[in-house]
């Protein structure tokens, strides 16, 4: 079976996948789980999809109703999957799409001109590059007020203690993944 949006108005819509074991998508479930969490955050959310690899959170995220979505990958594979997906599901009007060095900075979220409300995380696991992401996505200045940040990551790599930025609000554990739920602080 392969990927698909599982909820929403493109409920239903297959996506493409990157071969080989390059990307990792969250899987259909573990997105059904995640979106069941937030709930009403994400109508009308203003999105970015970091280490977006297929696009599929942030795509799942407008199908529920977010406002708009801006993804970021620095694997031009991955960024061509999510260019053929956003147009396939017709929300290329809502979406942006960014070749970028997550970990080095964000400083490409500058020009964007929005605050987001909603961020997911999904960086390749085991390989340090959370804490200094969430500094760049905290340096970057492209937060909303209490901005939800859903960080997907593997059980042996927690989440780091960066208390001035963030706090840590909830974390769920689906086999050997975690998904972490960080608000901003004010």
Known sequence: MG?????????????????GTLIRPTAD????????ILSNLVKEAVVLDLF?????????????GA???????????ALSVVERNVQSCAVDN??????WNIVKNLNC??????????????????NGMIKSTLINLHDSGSLGNEACIVVE???????PEISKQFELIDQRKY??????FIKTKD
């Open 94 to 99: 809502r979406s942006q799409i960014i070749r």
């Open 67 to 77: 406002e708009s979505a801006v993804f970021i990958d620095d694997s031009k594979a």
């Open 153 to 159: 990551h593997n059980y042996l790599e927690p989440i």
């Open 29 to 36: 479930r573990l997105r059904e789980s995640i979106f069941n």
């Open 109 to 126: 979220l500058r020009s964007i001109g929005s605050k987001f409300d909603l961020v997911f995380m999904d960086p390749p696991y085991n």
């Open 175 to 180: 086999g050997k993944k975690l998904i972490s």
């Open 3 to 19: 990927l698909r949006i599982i909820g929403g108005e493109l409920r239903g819509r297959k996506l493409y996948t990157v071969p």
């Open 52 to 64: 977006a690899g297929t696009g599929a959170l942030g795509i799942e995220a407008l199908s529920r």
